[in-house]
């Protein structure tokens, strides 16, 4: 009689029990594999990055002369001076990251990868980029002309000479 | 209830020998057409060492004769002209030219992925009536109307305009109306289903994108010929 | 007791060889069965399996082969980890070296690439194989699933093995790739910063690669293969239509039905 009784409070009581515990359990399982996962986000994110610097040198005016195009392929820029405007527009093709290459005889900037072409002022003039080349600003610092490849400027914006 | 007699196989290796005796009450369920079966060693095991074996003697002649391409120094400051993938990225490149990456490169590969996924687990595995059984004029036009309206969908995302995916498309509906009249050779794909044609569409505009991609490329990405100016 | 008849112990040489190989030589019925479920590597097989599931025209071999230059990457993969460093500043070198210097080494690397590329072909081959089989049909679903899995592994291990060399293809290849990826519209640039190690393709991202290249991709693919061929073993391995006697099978053992 007795023993029954137990048996009975027992077994209402194990349900509660059990269930609980399966959902520590389930809960403790999901918290290990959150902890895991950030532990491993944050074990693979770069702590330091050893990139070159935003601000670079492009020499004085006189290395830059009317109706030239210089291609930096240190720092991955093009420097034009043409209709009496300096300007600074990144070589690097906004589609996909591959290196642009400036075209003599047609006066654009082409890129190798997927065929897209710019023009000397960045827009695109064809292919899959979306977006135009992205001009930096040029300042003249004691005679040094010294690029920001940090800021984007407009379209319209150069040093007039 | 039948009986079974019991065979002697004549050959040890090829049929195993089994008795079974059963009680006339006890059913036994046994296939009527009992399928020839061979032990795996050493039948199969051969088969299979013959196979690896010709493949290794086959890639180490290919490995003797010619040689993996190498090329310059990675510099980060000079993309090659033309930059071009491993031989089955190129359809995946070609893809890039004609769409932005988004599109391109996650979510046209993320769909193709996806569907061969879901493949097994609609009724299209099922054998299924053959396409055009019945009401075939009207799923010609449907037929019609799914083709050009895909066509119009490649072409409205794209930069430029993607001729290799739409000529091969145009082309697979000359097949299938084809073979929905009979015409020719091609009746004989009269009784393929809609997963056959759709699946053998994705098969071919991935070999159209891939060998365009490979042959047909040059510097900055331009058409070429490769008879004339060869391969890039 | 001394009455039974002494059986004579076998020689040192051959009980070495029975605790190794438990059964005698397959040229029994009963040894051959022994001889598939007695070891690891056979006991992928069924002891006997049907005649037509065997012929080259069943299958063509696509997804043994495909596993078999697998292994030989696996080798070949190996010998060349003893000489290269994945370090810009020596990975390039050390291509060359395999390339001139190393004895075998050109033929070593030769095979690893034309292996990989022998490896995409097949897969995909064995994949539209399977397909105008339908032997993805129930209960197989979830095979052809993980066979897809096993597809996407196989190209990213070729992706990755790119960067190794440190050439042109691999730096261009790698830095279009990771572009590609931070398109992607939740998390893309999260997920290329941590593939890469920074914001472009250097030194970080070869180390990188050369881990997942070298044992997590492969790691992760055998436990894939183990279980695609497991599963297609339970699942009565390969997909025939049913036997309707001897006439029929030259026909449709090929076609297997259409899907």
Redesign the interface.
């Given at each position: 009689m007795l023993l029954d009784d137990l048996a009975e409070q027992a077994e209402e009581n194990e349900p509660n029990r059990r269930e609980f515990l399966a959902q520590a359990g389930v809960a403790s399982l999901g918290v290990a594999t959150v902890g895991t996962g950030t532990v491993a986000v944050g074990f693979l994110s770069p702590a330091v990055l050893y990139e070159p610097p935003k601000k670079v040198s492009a020499g004085t005016l006189g290395d830059h002369p009317e109706g030239t195009v210089h291609f930096s392929p240190e720092y991955k820029l093009y420097v034009i001076h043409r209709k009496r405007r300096l300007y600074a527009l990144s070589a690097i093709c906004t589609h996909l990251g591959c290196m642009t290459r400036y075209q003599r005889d047609s006066r654009e900037i082409h890129c190798p990868c997927h065929g897209s072409r710019f023009s000397l002022e960045g827009e695109v003039l064809n292919g899959p980029a979306a977006e135009p080349l992205p001009r930096f600003p040029i300042a003249l610092q004691e005679e040094q002309l010294v690029i920001d490849r940090g800021r984007e400027v407009g379209p319209d914006e150069a040093l007039v000479i | 209830m039948k009986r079974f007699e019991p065979v002697i196989g004549q050959d040890v290796g090829e049929v195993p020998v089994r008795l079974l005796f059963t009680q006339d009450e006890a059913g036994v369920l046994v296939d009527q057409a009992q399928e020839p079966m061979v032990m795996t060693v050493p039948h199969l095991i051969l088969r299979e060492l013959i196979a690896f074996l010709v493949l290794t003697w086959i890639l180490v002649m290919v490995s003797l004769l010619w040689d993996a391409p190498l090329e310059a120094i990675a510099n980060p400051s000079q993309t090659p002209n033309p930059s071009k993938a491993p031989w089955y990225f190129l359809g995946l490149q070609e893809l890039l030219h004609y769409y932005p990456p988004l599109i391109a490169g996650i979510v046209l590969p993320g769909l193709a992925v996806l569907a061969l996924v879901i493949i097994p687990y609609f009724e299209i595995n099922i054998r299924r009536p053959p396409l055009f059984d019945e009401k075939r004029g009207k799923r010609l036009a449907a037929l019609w109307v799914t083709i050009i309206g895909a066509c119009v969908a490649m072409s409205l995302p794209a930069e430029v305009m993607p001729w290799v995916l739409v000529i091969p498309t145009l082309l697979g509906g000359l097949v299938i109306t084809g073979s929905a009249l009979g015409l020719g050779v091609l009746a004989r794909l009269q009784d393929r289903s809609l997963a056959f044609w759709l699946m053998s569409w994705f098969i071919l505009e991935l070999t159209v994108l891939t060998i365009v991609g490979t042959f047909f490329r040059g510097p900055f990405w331009m058409l070429t010929l490769p008879w004339i100016e060869g391969i890039y | 007791m001394s009455s039974f008849p002494k059986k004579k112990r076998p020689g040192f040489a051959k009980r070495v060889w029975r605790s190794i190989v438990r059964h005698g030589a397959?040229n029994?019925?009963r040894n051959?069965?022994l001889?598939?479920f007695t070891n690891l590597f056979?006991h992928i097989?069924?002891?006997?399996?049907?005649?037509?599931a065997?012929r080259f025209r069943a299958t063509y071999?696509l997804g043994?082969?495909t596993a078999?230059?697998f292994f030989?990457l696996v080798v070949s993969g190996a010998f060349l980890m003893i000489y290269y460093r994945p370090d810009?500043l020596r990975a390039?070198g050390d291509?060359?070296d395999l390339?001139y210097v190393v004895w075998m080494g050109?033929?070593l690397?030769?095979?690893?690439?034309?292996?990989a590329?022998?490896m995409?072909?097949l897969a995909?081959l064995h994949?539209?194989r399977v397909?105008?089989a339908?032997a993805?049909?129930?209960p197989?679903?979830?095979n052809?699933?993980i066979g897809?899995v096993l597809m996407?592994l196989t190209?990213l291990l070729?992706?990755t093995g790119?960067l190794l060399?440190?050439?042109?293809?691999?730096?261009?290849?790698v830095?279009?790739?990771t572009?590609?990826?931070s398109?992607?519209?939740a998390g893309g640039d999260m997920v290329k910063?941590?593939l890469l190690?920074?914001?472009?393709?250097g030194g970080?991202a070869l180390i990188r690669f050369y881990v997942l290249h070298c044992f997590i991709l492969p790691a992760v693919l055998t436990v894939g293969i183990a279980l695609h061929i497991w599963r297609f073993r339970k699942d009565g391995g390969v997909c025939l239509p049913p036997?309707?006697?001897?006439d029929q099978q030259a026909t449709t053992a090929s076609k297997g039905?259409?899907?």
């Open positions: - | - | 397959p029994t019925n051959r069965s001889a598939v056979l097989h069924p002891v006997k399996v049907r005649r037509r065997m071999y043994g082969l078999a230059t030989l810009p390039y291509m060359k390339q050109r033929f690397r030769n095979l690893h690439r034309w292996a590329h022998t995409v072909l995909f994949l539209c397909f105008f339908a993805y049909k129930p197989r679903e979830f052809w699933v897809v996407g190209l070729s992706y790119y060399p440190w050439d042109q293809l691999a730096f261009w290849g830095s279009v790739g572009n590609i990826i398109a992607m519209p910063l941590l190690g920074g914001t472009g393709v970080n036997y309707e006697g001897p039905g259409s899907p």
